[in-house]
């Protein structure tokens, strides 16, 4: 789908505020609540908003370590099987094939370092991972949404 100007406008006024009503954004884009609200409706059913969340802090949940762990696995394995295994670490926040050495990357949040280390044991008894490398976060320097151009 391709985004005109006004969708892009819409999208940015969401992205900043998500709880921002239609009359505000109308306000802010030159259109009706009405009229915004069959653009957004629109957006979401052609897939250029996937969804609506909530962010929360990780600290909140007691995440205040976080690392990334690189994943060497054995022979053919597939991003499917990686996928699976990854989603039964719930400290696992996202998972992604690369290029590179490595088969693939997992974000994972933990409580301390102590709990990285258990988290890092589980995905090493994977029974198609090989080795891992890991680092921990020390700070984040860069943290939010891609900006719309």
């Not at 239609?22 to 884009?29: C, L, P, T």
């Not at 990686?82 to 974000?107: F, K, W």
Request: aromatic share 4%.
């Amino acid at each position: 789908m391709k985004l005109d100007e006004l969708d892009r406008t819409i999208i940015r006024a969401l992205v900043e505020d998500a709880r921002a009503t239609y009359a505000e954004i109308g306000s802010q884009v030159g259109l009706s609540a009405p009229a915004v609200k069959r653009r957004v409706d629109r957006l979401v059913a052609t897939g250029a908003i996937t969804g609506f969340s909530a962010r929360i802090a990780p600290s909140a949940l007691g995440w205040t370590t976080e690392a990334y762990v690189e994943l060497f696995c054995r022979g053919k394995t597939s991003p499917a099987e990686i996928a699976a295994a990854a989603a039964r670490h719930p400290e696992v926040i996202s998972a992604c094939t690369v290029t590179g050495e490595a088969d693939a990357l997992l974000h994972i949040r933990a409580t301390d370092v102590r709990d990285v280390e258990r988290i890092i044991e589980r995905l090493a008894a994977e029974p198609f991972v090989v080795r891992t490398k890991s680092a921990i976060v020390l700070s984040r320097l860069v943290n939010g949404s891609p900006q719309m151009g």
